[in-house]
């Protein structure tokens, strides 16, 4: 309205900005990501966005926040930090994931008998049925097909009512929109979206579907909208979902993602934390002592109790 014209756009790394205030989190916390950062040698917004997938990781679907009466907030977000090649991303990464990782796994490990058992009652239940439905076809006299039938009916009854406990997921990587529904579906709801690379944006914008970009679930994920599929092949309903994002990438995919015009049309861009911290490559230590076990210790503790708990 004034007529002067805009001045130059200003990259993001141009900005005197400070670093990632890790003394917000809790003191377990911020002593890991502090020896995180000071071991690896990495930006402290690496550990500490990072962290705060963990803790929405852990959270999501658990907790929400009541700003008033009538108008609650899931507590899941999206996270992306972008960094060059070769800036420790993945180390940082594999270290905040850590617990996270041991903790599907120890579920894992412990549900493992109890699904083969009730697998192999479902598999001796449908044999008997079978058996059953071939025998009723036979029998002649009323009375004799009102048991085989009764028979039938029991076993079908047995058969829905046994329930095969679900191997659980906490964490996915590369899966299609309509596999991250599937895996939601089973998982009650929530899911972690948790990865070193960016591979998810190119499932986006439709490395599996022709091109064409698929972000339906993800926008529903962040805001825990009812997510409900009928198709021939599958019918699946998903009540308040809830996903975590927690990717490191490099800033030409970033770039993409965020020159995609669907991602930008229907408001995915809006949904996530940005970080783009300086890369350390150049001024790095040489030598430096490893994370403290009572620190990483502390760290896992808190994070498989919650998990445990929560």
Known sequence: KTGSAWGPVLPFHSADLPTFPLDILPDWLREYCEAVTE????????????????????????????????????????????????????????AMIGPIAMYEWQQLEKSQLDIQRAEDERDMIKSRLETAKGKAARTEGEHAMKAAYSEVEGLRGELNDLEVPVRTKMIIDDATPESVISILAEQKGRIAILSPEGDIFAIMSGRY??????????????????????????????????????????????????????????????????ALPISTVGSRKTLTDPIADQVKNAYYHHVLTMLENV
């Open 39 to 94: 071991t690896l040698q990495t930006p402290p917004d690496l550990a500490g966005m990072l962290a705060m997938a963990i803790l929405s990781a852990v959270f999501s679907r658990r907790v929400e926040v009541r700003a008033w009466a009538g108008y609650d907030e899931p507590v899941n977000i999206y996270v992306v930090i972008s960094m060059p090649p070769g800036s420790g991303k993945s180390p940082v990464f594999k």
């Open 209 to 274: 579907s022709s091109g064409t970009p698929n972000i339906g679930v993800y926008k529903k994920g962040h805001v825990g909208d009812d997510i409900r599929v009928d198709r021939k092949t599958r019918s699946e309903i998903v009540r308040k979902p809830a996903i975590t994002m927690g990717i490191t990438t490099q800033p030409e995919v970033m770039r993409a993602f965020g020159q995609n015009k669907t991602f930008q049309s229907e408001g995915l861009l809006a949904r996530f934390f940005y």
